[in-house]
């Protein structure tokens, strides 16, 4: 079993592998610490959806915060590129709960670990060589992040990963 808490939210998501039969016995526990249960497969499955969860995320974070550092060096408002975003299809769960709420305000304080994301990351692409799948964004999006935290250093949240972002770009997002 994994259990993945919404950072802020505090909403419980948990994400269970295992034999159906003990999945459905342990539900009622599950149920009372965690606001949804979902079964996805065999033993080791929650783990990896849980890894593969957050790599979309990962993505996710990083494409957004590039397209934000475009538009800025283009002369736009990061604030009102994030409405935009959310209005349209360039939607996602960093644009609608991370960008204004720790990226543009400058708190970084999600309360999810960049090193918990890195380790995340290893984990998906893991998987993915265990398959046999090439995932060349996946390898490329694990290894920003990883360049992220090696360079910002331990203990930093998820979200200052776009301080990492404008580093690298010579951008700031905020005037």
């Given at each position: ?59 996710g ?42 990226v ?67 951008v700031?997002?905020?005037?």
């Amino acid at each position: 079993m994994i259990v993945a808490v919404q950072p802020r939210s505090g909403e419980p998501a948990i994400m269970v592998g295992g034999p159906a039969a003990a999945v459905e016995q342990a539900k009622p526990l599950l149920l009372a610490i965690g606001t949804t249960v979902t079964e996805v497969g065999k033993i080791g499955a929650g783990q990896a959806m849980k890894a593969l969860n957050n790599l979309v995320s990962a993505g996710g974070f990083l494409i957004g915060v590039e397209a934000l550092i475009i538009g800025r060096k283009f002369g736009l408002d990061a604030g009102k590129m994030v409405d935009v975003l959310n209005a349209s299809t360039g939607t996602n769960n960093s644009t609608q709960k991370k960008f204004r709420q720790f990226v543009l305000s400058r708190t970084f304080d999600s309360n999810f670990g960049l090193d918990l994301m890195v380790k995340d990351l290893g984990i998906a692409l893991e998987v993915a060589r265990e398959e046999g799948v090439t995932v060349p964004f996946a390898a490329l999006c694990n290894e920003l992040w990883a360049n992220a935290a090696e360079t910002l250093g331990r203990g930093k949240d998820h979200t200052e990963m776009a301080r990492f972002c404008e580093e690298i770009s010579g951008v700031p997002l905020t005037h």
